[in-house]
């Protein structure tokens, strides 16, 4: 049953191997008149009327109904009136994120990105966007690639910026000042074997 309620929605295919990553394959309107066959099917009523889970299953349909199937925004901007269609979850921003964590691992060989992503210019996840060859267009503006529009980019912007982001991955955690306070530190640490921990008022300093 969850599989046939799975291939309606087109959250993800039964026989995918892509897990959260299935953008699934189906327009907003296909997904409604699925997911209404199932919801109304006899065997899903029939289970539902005798059935706690399949009852919480129906409710939980019911109660996010004009969500799942929102009718798309009317937007007025600068660049003229757009047509914004309500996302149904918020897979794509999960699988966006996802993938910038593991190519910031991969890079950096930090298993925490908090500060990476904290002190990240505003703007580079837009950098994603070069996957689309219809942004990748609108970016070049004419240019013949990106090399050449790029020698276009104000050198002393582009230098303020890194300037600041540097000094923001530089700057130590605050518990950190109670460590640096330890008299003697460096020698503490040159006598104690690596295996073996510092006296016991540096634990505690440590600790804390």
Do not use: C
């Amino acid at each position: 049953m969850f599989d046939r309620l799975r291939e309606a929605m087109r959250i993800a295919q039964p026989d995918s191997h892509q897990g959260l990553n299935d953008a699934g394959d189906a327009d907003i309107s296909t997904i409604k008149a699925r997911v209404t066959q199932f919801r109304h099917s006899q065997d899903v009523e029939a289970l539902s009327a005798t059935n706690l889970a399949y009852r919480n299953m129906v409710k939980q349909i019911d109660k996010y109904w004009t969500r799942l199937f929102a009718d798309p925004l009317e937007v007025t901007t600068e660049a003229g009136a757009l047509t914004l269609q309500p996302q149904r979850t918020n897979n794509m921003l999960e699988q966006f994120f996802r993938d910038l964590k593991r190519n910031g691992r991969k890079r950096t060989g930090n298993q925490s990105l908090t500060k990476t992503l904290k002190s990240m210019v505003a703007a580079t996840p837009l950098v994603k966007n070069l996957d689309h060859p219809e942004y990748l267009q609108i970016l070049l503006n004419g240019r013949a690639n990106l090399a050449e529009r790029f020698s276009e980019i104000d050198i002393v912007q582009v230098r303020n910026a890194f300037a600041e982001t540097q000094e923001e991955t530089q700057r130590y955690p605050r518990r950190m000042a109670k460590v640096f306070r330890i008299p003697h530190l460096p020698k503490q640490l040159n006598k104690n074997p690596p295996n073996q921990s510092l006296n016991s008022k540096s634990n505690q300093t440590l600790r804390s």
